[in-house]
């Protein structure tokens, strides 16, 4: 972890990056600025900023203004090409480049000194928790300021002003202090690769008197700006290809499990050409849902466990061999750590290792090449899949509800399931609408960047769909999003429902009304799990205030659900629409149930005797 302040000096060679976009590569070009360019207003260091979120893919700026970043917002507004979204707070922004990142591949976010960067804090370790690069911007004290007596505001009351930076070393991968003009570009391009490279959030923040002054290395056409490319140690991967070949080669009934850091290694069509090749039966970890086709020929659901899709984890956990790629096993995706996975029959890949068994380890080894030469020397065995298909019942359709009987859970989602099509893409929140959804079948033309289904399973902050669905939505303008959230978590991020309608997003938001913290309820009930009843319809519509298009509308029986869909994807598919869904207390899904149970018991695990 690496952060530079001021004028120290750091390593020249340039970070790598795993396949962003499509940004060049190759040496830097010196560039040689005539007097005129130098003195131009576009020649300054909010406006190279704002070209380099460009030049790397943002269009968009999740941002709260305060004293300290108002001149930057200035020149970051400026750039043509660059569209700053004002949000209500500093969580929910961080929620929304949180969200940005998942379409676009990096997001970006801005907020003022010490209140605001601690603000966003929590959300920042979030993404970097779940492998997103995120460029976080703060806007910080007057050059001048540092290293004297002072006594600022926004601050604790000490003239030390390191106490923001601090805080960021930990849940970022570089931290940059611009407090000079001299180390600017080289400190903002270094952050930037960086981010890029490690796929994690990076920390940037700009002295508040600097953004509109023009320097020598800020030039109206910025230098042109390069990663290279990483790549496999070659001797290293042919090892790994031919261990891993000659391992499966030996297995019965081997299978092939996808997990969440398939999206960091930009592996996922590789995955799938391993997918086909070898016949295995193929399932993925609950983060890594979407991340995979799920019309794959064989296809098995959901690998989580107790609570995996039904007959998956029998033929996973009954395996002779298994190849995880990009696993993450935390408590809550071993449900507790109850797995029954064996270390000697697995094969781990993750974005830069194999693991093959209890060893060897090939260090240096990108998971795509490694799963690209795989597929190449894997022999085809449909063992574990026709094992799946002999045991395989179909599920049974949920009832339908009767008559002014109270809407079930699992009936709502059978309605969600025939909504979704190409054109959506899902944020599920933290909660039992992570079990709901796993269930939800992804349509044709789903994975990579067709399809998204997405929710933050390692970090777990609930109140993190909303900002999500709005950076999601913004960045994927092609999709119609569907969030499915519960009333705890939406009490929590619930006002910037306010900035999708000032950008004119077409969000559909369940908001699944059970009157508490659902998912603790399950894992450890108290009166503290209970809320307080909102009219959620009611806020949305107060927040609305006749500005902008949204609709919205409460349910409680079937026959509501099916005209409010309707009404929906019809005459009001062009509105932000709320269906505020009335569920009892107690109507859950069974996986929340088994999963609650087994994580509680994780929880309450006695000291260990000393």
């Not at 659901?301 to 790629?325: H, K, P, Q, R």
């Not at 902008?548 to 932000?576: F, H, P, S």
Request: net charge negative.
């Amino acid at each position: 972890m690496d952060t530079k302040i001021g004028n120290g000096t750091f390593d020249n060679a340039k970070p790598a990056c795993n396949d962003l976009g499509n940004l060049p590569s190759g040496p830097t070009a010196a560039v040689q600025c005539s007097p005129s360019v130098v003195a131009s207003p576009e020649a300054t260091l909010g406006r190279h900023l704002a070209r380099r979120l460009v030049q790397i893919g943002v269009r968009d700026v999740f941002s709260v203004p305060g004293d300290f970043n108002l001149t930057l917002l200035d020149h970051l507004i400026a750039e043509p090409n660059l569209n700053l979204v004002g949000c209500c707070n500093e969580l929910n922004a961080g929620y929304a480049a949180d969200g940005y990142a998942r379409a676009k591949g990096v997001g970006a976010c801005v907020v003022t000194f010490t209140v605001g960067g601690l603000s966003i804090l929590n959300a920042i370790a979030g993404a970097y928790s779940e492998n997103l690069p995120l460029i976080c911007i703060v806007g910080g004290p007057n050059s001048n300021d540092y290293g004297t007596n002072r006594i600022l505001h926004h601050t604790i009351g000490l003239p030390d002003f390191s106490q923001e930076l601090r805080c960021f070393q930990t849940v970022t991968c570089y931290q940059a202090v611009v407090n000079n003009l001299e180390d600017a570009h080289e400190m903002i391009d270094t952050a930037v690769s960086t981010a890029l490279k490690e796929s994690k959030p990076v920390y940037i923040s700009i002295g508040c008197n600097l953004p509109a002054i023009p320097h020598p290395t800020f030039t109206r056409e910025p230098v042109p700006f390069f990663i290279s490319r990483r790549v496999s140690n070659q001797m290293g991967l042919e090892a790994a290809v031919e261990a891993a070949a000659e391992f499966l080669s030996k297995a019965v009934k081997p299978v092939l499990v996808g997990g969440p850091k398939l999206r960091v290694a930009k592996a996922g069509n590789a995955f799938v050409e391993l997918a086909e090749a070898s016949g295995y039966a193929v399932a993925v970890m609950p983060s890594a849902k979407g991340l995979v086709p799920e019309t794959l020929p064989r296809f098995i659901g959901t690998y989580w466990g107790a609570v995996s899709t039904a007959f998956c984890a029998e033929i996973v956990e009954s395996a002779d061999a298994y190849l995880f790629a990009g696993p993450i096993f935390n408590d809550y995706s071993s449900v507790g750590y109850s797995l029954l996975l064996k270390k000697e029959k697995a094969i781990m890949v993750q974005p830069d290792r194999v693991v093959i068994g209890n060893g060897p380890a090939f260090g240096c080894v990108l998971m795509k090449d490694f799963l690209q030469a795989l597929s190449k020397r894997i022999k085809c065995n449909t063992t574990a899949f026709e094992n799946y298909r002999r045991i395989f019942v179909p599920p049974g359709v949920p009832l339908e509800c009767k008559p002014r009987e109270p809407l079930r859970v699992n009936v709502l989602f059978k309605h969600i399931q025939e909504m979704l099509t190409g054109e959506t893409a899902v944020i599920a929140e933290t909660g039992d609408s992570w079990f709901n959804c796993q269930n939800l079948k992804l349509p044709d033309g789903c994975g990579f960047s067709w399809y998204r289904y997405e929710f933050q399973m390692q970090y777990g902050s609930i109140g993190w769909s909303v900002g999500a669905t709005l950076g999601y939505a913004q960045a994927a303008k092609e999709k119609r999003v569907i969030a499915c959230i519960g009333d705890g978590s939406f009490q929590v991020t619930a006002q910037d429902v306010s900035t999708m309608l000032r950008y004119g997003q077409n969000t559909i938001i369940f908001l699944i009304n059970n009157g508490g913290y659902t998912i603790e309820v399950e894992i450890h009930d108290g009166p503290y799990n209970v809320i307080k009843n909102w009219d959620y319809t009611g806020l949305v519509d107060a927040i609305h205030n006749g500005d902008g298009k949204c609709w919205t509308t409460r349910v409680q029986y079937e026959a509501e659900l099916n005209e409010a869909i309707a009404t929906a994807m019809g005459e009001k598919k062009d509105c932000l629409c709320f269906i505020e869904v009335i569920a009892h207390k107690d109507d859950t899904s069974k996986e929340l149930l088994e999963w609650g149970s087994r994580v509680s018991a994780a929880n309450s695990r006695a000291p260990n005797p000393q």
